[in-house]
């Protein structure tokens, strides 16, 4: 079987003609996570906008190259055919409904996901700090539990592919630990498979399995999380180990 994923030779462009991918490839296996590092304005949100559709309402679209999802085209789609299809993108910024509560926002999001009471409360199980705040507006939380309630909403939708844009965003390093903890629980215990992109390039490959440097629009090296945390350059010019 091939990849969940399968994002091949693609170039994206805004409109009328800002190319800002250019003849990016990369996969994204069953049940694995995998990231995305490179620094700000490299592609990496481009790219996931893409992949989720959402890219056209900002005249954006893919001009060469496809984009499959278990080997179906998804090239230019529709956001909702491709959320339907099972891909699920957790947006830079946390979009939740501020005016609120967190149990309104998991509720909204459960009927228009088709999702029960039950699905809330399992998805809620790996959220405790959730659970404390049902009763609180949204707008009112931390960053750290309105990014906890951006991924619970999305796993209400029981995706596929679940896309993770700089989860870590504005986080302290504690809270971004946390995040971290609970995303690699979900995959460990739910089988997800995860597409994250991040800038924290250290907090990403300690839970990913496979990951993509992109730089400029391209992709300048992959391999396992193991190689690339041992990669003299990534060890530089991510890790700060320079
Ligand atoms: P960040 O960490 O800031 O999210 P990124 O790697 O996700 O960085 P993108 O947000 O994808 O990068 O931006 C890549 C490039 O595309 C940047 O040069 C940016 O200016 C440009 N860009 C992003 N959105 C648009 C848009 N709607 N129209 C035109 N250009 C855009």
Redesign the pocket.
Same mark, same amino acid.
Request: charged share 25%.
């Given at each position: 079987m091939g990849p969940l994923l399968n994002v091949s030779n693609v170039e994206i462009m805004?409109?009328p003609f800002?190319l800002?991918?250019k003849n990016l490839s990369l996969s994204v296996e069953k049940g694995s996570i995998t990231c995305l590092i &490179?620094?700000? &304005? /490299?592609? !990496? =949100? =481009? +790219? +996931? !906008?893409a992949v989720s559709g959402v890219?056209k309402y @900002?005249? &954006?679209r893919v001009t060469r190259g496809s984009i499959q999802l278990e080997g179906e085209d998804i090239t230019n789609r529709e956001p909702d055919e491709i959320a339907r299809r099972g891909v699920i993108y957790v947006m @830079?910024g946390r979009r939740i409904f501020k005016e609120l509560t967190t149990e309104e926002n998991l509720v909204s999001v459960a009927y228009a996901a088709g999702a029960s009471r039950d699905d809330i409360r399992s998805v809620l199980s790996y959220f405790p700090r959730l659970k404390e705040r049902l009763g609180e507006k949204a707008g009112n939380l931390s960053g750290g539990e309105q990014q906890m309630l951006a991924i619970a909403m999305a796993l209400l939708y029981r995706p596929k592919l679940l896309m993770l844009? @700089?989860p870590s +965003?504005g986080l302290a390093p504690k809270i971004t630990s946390q995040i971290y903890a609970t995303i690699k629980m979900l995959h460990r215990e739910e089988g997800l498979t995860i597409l994250l /992109?991040e800038?924290n390039a250290r907090k990403a490959l300690e839970i990913s399995d496979y990951g993509y440097v992109?730089e400029n &629009?391209r992709i300048v090296l992959e391999g396992s999380a193991e190689e690339l945390r041992l990669d003299k350059d990534v060890a530089e010019f991510y890790l700060g180990m320079g």
């Open positions: 805004y409109h800002i800002v991918i &490179g620094p700000n &304005g /490299a592609g !990496k =949100t =481009t +790219l +996931l !906008k890219i @900002e005249r &954006g @830079e844009d @700089e +965003l /992109a800038q992109i &629009g």
